[in-house]
């Protein structure tokens, strides 16, 4: 039964109703947590007794003749600033350490409505600022392959989960690279839909205008199933937008013939890894000997939109961390001596330093006699970037670059520079200020750890990066690769 | 413009943040090195381009105004720090009548 870790969901589905139970397959998952997660830390909080019962009611609802769900008995797991009904949410920060939300996600809702199983709650950087996990207030998690090595993040949880066979799919959210950045260190599968495909609903808000939420996952068809499960316009988040949600899996197997491909000069320059590098290009060459046309295009903001994302992101993170003031939820410093010390003293017992220096800058940014020159600036240099894609998609369909950098650091090795560490974000980063749909895919390895090709696509075209992403995957073996961890 | 701790400190209380001693000390090198960075931003030039505050243009989004169930009252105050019959309690807002 072990054997099934690590497996992906499409596999797996033809053996339920049959040879294999709902429960049996979330107990294979759960073992994999018991015998896993003390090195590699995924989890923040695991409801075990919860999803066996969740399991064992979708198998009597089997047994009775009912139609399978598309997502049954799926044993996922979900970043923890994604809302969870009576289930601990952090953020992982301390000042929601004590957080129990009275409603689940709209994209949580629909996992379970499709009839995946949640298996508890993963660790990311807090508030989902940073770019390690390290940034975590419950500690860091590690790399499935190689444990002094971070996950990436801010969803390091999520991926690390899904690389160590502790959960097949999960939910990560993606400000500035938090699902695609962790996915490409981790090996996996890692997708950020089109701002306002997904509901953001009961997703704790760090900056609203970049935020989205997204599926991690083994391979493309698994991705493809949980992202068709979560799309879609929802009443309470009036930014989700009503647009039709295409069948995806339906145009996975279309091939690449004639899809063209552009290689964005700007991203292949100084600060990328000569492996991440040599891995990214072979990967556009097999795309090309699919049939794909590949052109070189020009991107030429890239070098501002690290800096531009900074101050929108801050700005906006400054106004929506106001509301933890340990008021109406959350942690309460013991030490107020009045209302200002008692809003002051919560936050600086609860924040870690990176949320603080964050909100510090955002405030700065947003503060009369510098709002035009950092702000407003940003703005307008925001407006100059989604030019820049509109060009770009004028002669291509997709995009092709490194989701990072490089392929992993060390615990530790970034943490004393900040800016070092928001450079790992920089390939990233420009797709979330366009809006646009990204996904990462393994495409290789760096002395060890995974190297992931990032995809670009027109706003609301996830299908055409899910068949350009797939046919990547059936031409190469990337993706069956599994951590050490799960191979002993 | 330097970031000095005099200036983290007045970014500190629009923040409704308490620093350390050291905390201001350390914010205020890493800041002035950050911004600095985005400096490079002023090598580009912007006169005349729309800000943009949102990828996908979506304005107007309007829904009927029908009532529906709310979230638990009990359920919600019993998030609160603290309370008292339903009510968050917190420190005195105004200041006492000498």
Not at chain 1, 7 to 33: M, T
Not at chain 1, 213 to 229: K, N
Not at chain 1, 456 to 471: C, I, M, S, W
Not at chain 2, 34 to 52: H, K, N, S
């Amino acid at each position: 039964m072990s054997g099934l870790v690590g497996v992906p969901y499409h596999e797996v589905r033809p053996r339920l109703g049959r040879d294999l139970s709902c429960r049996e397959l979330v107990e294979v998952y759960l073992g994999a947590i018991e015998a896993q997660d003390g090195s590699v830390r995924a989890y923040l909080t695991v409801t075990a007794d919860q999803a066996r019962q969740e399991a064992e009611a979708l198998d009597r609802r089997l047994a009775s003749g009912e139609p399978l769900p598309p997502l049954a008995g799926m044993p996922v797991a979900l970043k923890d600033n994604l809302c969870t009904r009576g289930v601990r949410t952090t953020c992982g920060s301390r000042i929601l350490e004590p957080f129990v939300p009275p409603y689940d996600a709209t994209a949580v809702r629909r996992l379970r409505e499709a009839g995946a199983v949640v298996l508890g709650k993963t660790n990311l950087d807090e508030f989902a600022m940073g770019s390690s996990t390290e940034n975590s207030g419950f500690g860091p998690t590690r790399n499935p392959w190689s444990l002094e090595h971070v996950p990436g993040g801010s969803s390091g949880g999520s991926a690390a989960a899904v690389a160590a066979g502790e959960a097949v799919a999960a939910l990560g959210s993606d400000t500035g690279g938090s699902i695609r950045q962790p996915a490409s260190l981790c090996g996996i599968v890692g997708l950020k839909p089109t701002y306002g495909r997904v509901s953001r609903y009961g997703l704790v808000a760090f900056a609203s205008s970049l935020d989205q939420i997204g599926p991690m996952t083994l391979d493309v068809r698994d991705c493809a199933l949980v992202l068709q499960a979560i799309s879609g316009r929802d009443p309470h988040d009036s930014t989700s937008v009503d647009v039709p949600v295409p069948d995806f899996l339906a145009s996975l197997e279309g091939g690449v013939r004639g899809v063209r491909v552009g290689l964005p000069a700007e991203f292949f320059g100084e600060g990328l890894d000569p492996q991440v590098r040599e891995a990214v290009l072979r990967a556009v060459r097999v795309l090309e000997s699919l049939g794909a046309v590949v052109e070189e295009v020009a991107l030429p903001t890239l070098e501002y939109a690290l800096p531009t994302y900074y101050l929108i992101a801050c700005a906006e993170a400054s106004s929506n961390l106001a509301r933890y003031d340990g008021v109406a939820y959350g942690s309460r410093s013991r030490r107020a001596e009045d209302l200002y010390t008692l809003y002051a003293r919560t936050r600086a017992e609860g924040f870690g330093p990176e949320v603080k220096r964050r909100i510090m800058l955002g405030t700065f940014a947003l503060s009369a006699g510098y709002y035009e020159g950092f702000y407003k600036k940003a703005q307008q240099v925001r407006t100059l970037v989604r030019r820049d894609f509109d060009r770009c998609f004028q002669r291509v369909d997709v995009l092709a670059t490194p989701t990072s950098p490089v392929a992993g650091f060390r615990l530790g090795e970034r943490t004393a520079d900040p800016l070092q560490m928001y450079l790992a974000d920089v390939y990233t980063i420009p797709v979330n200020l366009a809006g646009l749909p990204g996904v990462s895919v393994p495409c290789g390895f760096a002395d060890g750890l995974p190297v992931g090709l990032q995809l670009v696509g027109r706003p609301f075209d996830e299908a055409t990066l899910l068949r350009v992403a797939y046919a990547y995957e059936q031409a190469t073996e990337w993706h069956r690769a599994r951590a050490p961890v799960l191979r002993s | 413009m330097r970031i000095t701790p005099e200036v983290v400190e007045r970014v500190a209380r629009l923040s409704r943040l308490e620093l350390t001693e050291q905390e201001r000390e350390a914010f205020s090198a890493q800041l002035d090195s950050i911004l600095q960075y985005f400096a490079r931003l002023d090598r580009l030039p912007t006169e005349g381009v729309e800000p943009t505050s949102h990828a996908i243009p979506v304005t107007n989004v309007f829904r009927e105004d029908t009532v529906t169930p709310s979230l638990p009252r009990e359920e919600v105050a019993a998030m609160a720090p603290e309370s008292y019959e339903g009510y968050v309690v917190v420190p005195r807002v105004l200041e006492a009548e000498a």
